[in-house]
């Protein structure tokens, strides 16, 4: 019963990943993406209204792995993943890796 949103990798960027919309609303980011440099994580990001909220670090390591997105989703929202320092940032520094609707 959930819904399975596909997320677009910016040009030449690797992986792909899926936003998981359960039936109970709870959010989760798919991913397989090649493992980061020492010291960056992948971080997960919710887009309202142009402005980013911070929504979770995926596990530094290679292959599939599963965020749970810690803000819920709003119609229009959109989700992203770009690539950080490990501990995470407060506001993108680099552009989105994977982008996609909620």
């Known amino acids: ?21 359960a039936p109970d609303a709870q959010a989760y ?16 990001w919710i887009i309202r209204g142009g402005e980013p909220a911070r929504a979770g670090l995926a596990p530094a390591r290679a292959g ?20 950080e320092i490990a501990a995470g940032v407060d506001r993108p520094t680099e552009d989105p890796i994977l982008v996609g609707p909620s």
């Open 1 to 21: 019963g959930a819904r399975l949103v596909p997320m677009r990798p910016a040009p030449g960027a690797p992986g792909r990943g899926t936003l998981v919309i």
């Open 29 to 44: 980011l798919v991913l397989d993406l090649p493992e980061p440099p020492r010291g960056k994580a992948y971080e997960a």
């Open 64 to 83: 599939i792995v599963t965020v749970r997105l810690e803000q819920p989703l709003r119609p229009g929202d959109i989700t992203a993943v770009t690539l």
